[in-house]
């Protein structure tokens, strides 16, 4: 009888997988190197990365309940970052912050227009995308960076948006938490929501329902590069500085989270819960192998062994719910 309950609460949750072995995992690691790993200020660390991380990807998760994929984030997070810090010190944080969101929607516009317009291949498409952009940060630093004076990082709006701490831990983090509450909210509790899912379930459906897929898609692309570009502007905050290859490989990252929280890759099935635990998921094994003292050249490598791994067992979770007794 508990055996069909969890069965049943597995197939009507998709993030319990991700949800158990980040259990897991949290415990493994403590218990290995407690010392290194489950101490408050790695514990802040890991915090401030998933938060990243986990905009980043919640914003790639809509896309992907479309139906669709955006490859390109990864440098829409760069652009974000760039245009924060190249503009912050002179007009400020509020309007900077906006500049760089107003860009990452641009990207995400054009984005969402060739696919819908032309009817491209959303991975061939952002893929190219993702090249260009990743060129154009390149281009505008000139192989130097920008950065912010360490006088200008003080004040409240600079530390707001990154650059400080609350309750110990990065303010990116309450960010994070804040876009979740909304997206949420949107996603499950509003027409705008609800014609999202049912485009990725079905398109053809959702056609003879009324519902402008093209402009459900496009929205989902623009959100996506909002959100992208927010997550590059709390990284570039924290960090004070930011180079061409600012937010290379988060792209790959990025999709692991969405995949590992539960969503579909053909669209239809979106756990804004489950990827930001997937987030958290990635982080934590990257800190793990860093505070371990991993080699560079062997990082990645580990990295896609246990994600993997991880992602086997997720799915072996979830054929296990759907079997029958």
Not at 157 to 185: R, S
Not at 233 to 246: I, Q
Request: glycine share 14%; charged share 10%.
């Amino acid at each position: 009888m508990m055996g069909s309950s969890v069965r049943q609460l597995v197939r009507q949750h998709s993030e319990i997988g991700i949800l158990l072995i980040a259990i897991l995992l949290v415990a493994f690691f403590s218990f290995s190197s407690f010392d290194k790993w489950a101490n408050a200020y790695n514990l802040a660390s890991i915090a401030q990365i998933t938060a990243t991380l986990g905009l980043l990807a919640l914003g790639a998760s809509l896309v992907m309940g479309t139906g669709e994929i955006d490859i390109s984030v990864g440098s829409t997070f760069g652009i974000g970052a760039l245009v924060y810090l190249g503009t912050v010190a002179t007009i400020g944080p509020i309007p900077a912050m906006l500049l760089a969101a107003t860009a990452g929607a641009g990207i995400g516009l054009l984005n969402g227009f060739l696919v819908t317009r032309f009817g491209i291949s959303s991975l061939m498409l952002t893929l190219s995308t993702l090249l260009v952009f990743r060129g154009v940060a390149v281009a505008l630093t000139e192989g130097f960076s920008f950065s912010v004076p360490y006088d200008q990082r003080s004040g409240f709006l600079y530390q707001l948006f990154g650059g400080g701490d609350f309750l110990g831990v990065n303010t990116a983090f309450w960010w994070l938490l804040l876009g979740l509450i909304v997206l949420m909210a949107f996603l499950y509790a509003t027409p705008g929501g609800n014609r999202l899912l049912a485009v990725g379930g079905s398109v053809g459906t959702a056609h003879s329902r009324g519902i402008r897929v093209n402009r459900v898609k496009l929205r989902a692309f623009i959100l996506c590069g909002i959100l992208a570009a927010l997550a590059g502007t709390l990284e570039g905050g924290k960090l004070g500085f930011a180079d061409g290859g600012m937010g290379r490989l988060m792209e790959l990252q990025a999709i692991a989270a969405c995949v590992l929280g539960g969503c579909a890759l053909l669209g239809g099935r979106v756990s804004l819960f489950g990827v930001v635990i997937g987030a958290f998921v990635l982080s934590s094994i990257q800190s793990f192998l860093v505070v371990n003292g991993v080699q560079p050249q062997w990082f990645m490598l580990l990295l896609g062994v246990i994600v993997v791994v991880a992602a086997i067992s997720d799915r072996a979770l979830r054929d296990w719910a759907l079997r029958s007794r």
